[in-house]
Structure formats: structure tokens, C-alpha cells
């Protein structure tokens, strides 16, 4: 489950984290794409929406 949708469960102590020593930090995400020149609309909207949650 993402974290941020529990951040207040696991602060009040209603979840636990059980996984949390096998799990990496997120680093953020890696978008590879050929051009930039012919991107899509809603390509657009997608690296623009990541960037922000970055």
C-alpha cells in the first residue's frame, strides 16, 4: 500500500510496517522516451503529473 495514502494509521499505530528492513527507499521514478518533438498530450500530462509527485 503506498504510504502516503497511511501515513496517519501508521503514525496512530493501527498499521505496522513489516517489511520495512527488505525495503529500498524510493528513489523516484526513471522515464526513458525516444523524442520529445512528437509527445502526446497525455503523454505530457503524465511526465508533468510525476514531476510534480516528485
Same mark, same amino acid.
Do not use: K
Given at each position: 500500500?503506498? #504510504?502516503?495514502?497511511?501515513? /496517519? #494509521?501508521?503514525? !496512530?499505530? /493501527?498499521?505496522?510496517?513489516?517489511? #520495512?528492513d527488505?525495503?529500498?527507499?524510493?528513489?523516484?521514478?526513471?522515464?526513458?522516451y525516444p523524442?520529445?518533438?512528437?509527445?502526446?498530450?497525455?503523454?505530457?500530462?503524465?511526465? /508533468?503529473?510525476? !514531476?510534480f509527485?516528485?
Open positions: 500500500m503506498p #504510504e502516503d495514502q497511511v501515513v /496517519d #494509521e501508521v503514525r !496512530r499505530g /493501527d498499521l505496522i510496517r513489516v517489511l #520495512e527488505w525495503c529500498e527507499p524510493f528513489a523516484g521514478y526513471h522515464l526513458y523524442n520529445r518533438r512528437h509527445t502526446s498530450p497525455a503523454f505530457a500530462a503524465v511526465v /508533468d503529473a510525476l !514531476r509527485r516528485a
